[in-house]
């Protein structure tokens, strides 16, 4: 069982910047697929960004241009580099591990998750 925790999260003000860090457990192997998933305050969950472990990255279209994941598999640590945020970006925001031989592009495509971090943008 993969233990993630998130870091990072705050407030900030629209048009600002955010870095969240996802730490996972030692138990991490490489060969897994990661993400980070955010859940809003009217409850809806989306999937914000994927990256595989040769680092092929995917996107939500809300993300596109504004997010950038990325990974540390030697400190087994996953990234999410936020910028020109918008309120409509407050949520809390999770890292997560997907399945094996999977490419996690919807919530069921991931396994193991960590208990989140708020991001809270203000306008």
């Known amino acids: 069982q993969l233990h993630l925790v998130e870091s990072g999260g705050g407030s900030v003000q629209a048009g600002g910047s955010l870095k969240l860090s996802c730490s996972v457990s030692t138990r991490f192997t490489s060969d897994r697929c990661l993400g980070w998933l955010r859940q809003g305050p009217m409850n809806e969950r989306e999937r914000v960004a994927s990256i595989s472990p040769s680092g092929i990255t995917s996107y939500a279209d809300s993300a596109k241009g504004r997010f950038t994941v990325s990974r540390d598999d030697a400190r087994k640590t996953l990234y999410l580099q936020m910028s020109s945020l918008n309120p409509e970006d407050t949520a809390m925001y999770y890292c997560?591990?997907?399945?094996?031989?999977?490419?996690?592009?919807?919530?069921?495509?991931?396994?193991?998750w960590g208990q989140g971090t708020q991001v809270t943008v203000s306008s």
């Open positions: 997560a591990a997907g399945f094996r031989f999977v490419w996690p592009l919807r919530e069921t495509d991931f396994a193991n």
